[in-house]
DNA sequence: TTTTATTTTTAGTCCTGTCTAAATATAAAG
DNA sequence: CTTTATATTTAGACAGGACTAAAAATAAAA
């Protein structure tokens, strides 16, 4: 139906379209994307053509609801099959998101209900993210960054924000997993770094690291 | 590191090489692409260029040891997602091929080798055909064609020739599966047809059929 | 409100993979 | 051994996607 670089767009553009209320702008989809803006625009000008989003040129732009669909589809099968490659194949959380970026392309319907009930129809990838349901509804989890909690608060892991190799390698080596009771310790004000405790191990994070980790605080 | 397109070709020549040894010829190659001879002389060229084969113009190609290394690659890709398509999401035989024809595609070494541990390291795929292991190595098998039997001898179907969905499906309605045994009861000589029995059943099938069922004969 | 900086778009090019139409080799007939 | 038919290759074009360099809008400073 569509082609791989079209999803891969719409994808993206959902994404920024989460992070932040209103149009998207072409440099930010381009940097998303790891492409040139030049390349944005006549991407984002042939999918306006096919209705897939709506453009104005130098104002950015915004999914129809039929863009969205297809961005929300594209989403549910890359977290299914990411629940495959940890549950079924026993892949690392860390080492499932690059072959999930080919595998969500593969073109079937069916495929994808049979996928989802051999894998018993879970809630949430391997990272914590939610699976939208055939109908592309998205199970709305009531989560905050790790770096918004304050001295003495703690929360359970339940998501990361950007889920890059790197990032989750480093979670790994600090024992940090979705399901993990996170202690906030202590917090500095002039740089948002935090101490903070994880099982029986504390431990300093900076900024960057609180800023990417999502947790649930208990009511 | 190969594109679609030239895991395609690869895979189509390695086929036809194997139908009838000596050079490959573009208009063969084109047929079973379903594509132009002069896209397949662009391509063949292209290869060449990267020793995947060899190729004199007028002459047809032969696939280098690299060439055929890819190919078979490929193959053991599309014939393990099979298996994985029919003994872990329920699909049937009929079902499979399209959805494979996109999965061998996936870059991975890590995923099949855990696909492959998964589903029990299989030695053949649902419809018969033999899965090269690891180092490309095809275990042959000693089938004929059911059109090769003579009049009341029998064998065992395992594998088809041409899987297309609507062949596959004849052999459903008519219960012949791999596994299944084949008794030749008639033949005539003018048309290659034969009355054969299968499970209680006993029918008619043109040569069409009988020189697309490879058989096992029992000694 | 000019001037400057940033963002976005256009123009032109390139690469992959495909096609049609025309040219050339090879094979088959006569 | 010519003539005809078939197979194969070239030439030229096109669509999808991407890039660089240059132009045009918009936003930020002065
Ligand atoms: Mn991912
Ligand atoms: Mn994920
Ligand atoms: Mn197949
Ligand atoms: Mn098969």
Known sequence: MFTLAEENYLKAIFHLEMESEGEVSTNAIA????TKPSSVTDMVQKLAEKKLLTYKRYKGVQLTAE?????????????LWEVFLVEKLNFQ?????????QLEHIQS??????LD??????D???????????HGVLKRTEKKLLSELKKNQSGICVSVKESNGEFLQYLNKKKIAIGVKI???????????????????????????????YVQTQK
Do not use: C
């Open 31 to 34: 940097e998303s994307m790891d």
């Open 67 to 79: 863009g969205k669909k297809v961005a929300v589809n594209v989403i549910r099968k890359h977290r």
């Open 93 to 101: 959380w860390d080492e499932v998101h690059e072959i999930a970026e």
């Open 109 to 114: 319907e069916e495929l994808i209900t049979r």
């Open 117 to 122: 009930k051999f894998l018993g129809s879970p």
């Open 124 to 134: 949430f990838d391997p990272h914590g993210d939610p699976i939208p349901d055939k």
């Open 183 to 213: 202690y906030v310790l202590g917090k500095e004000f002039f740089d948002g770094s935090m101490v903070i405790r994880v099982g029986g191990e504390q431990f300093f994070i900076s900024h960057k690291i609180a800023e990417n980790l």
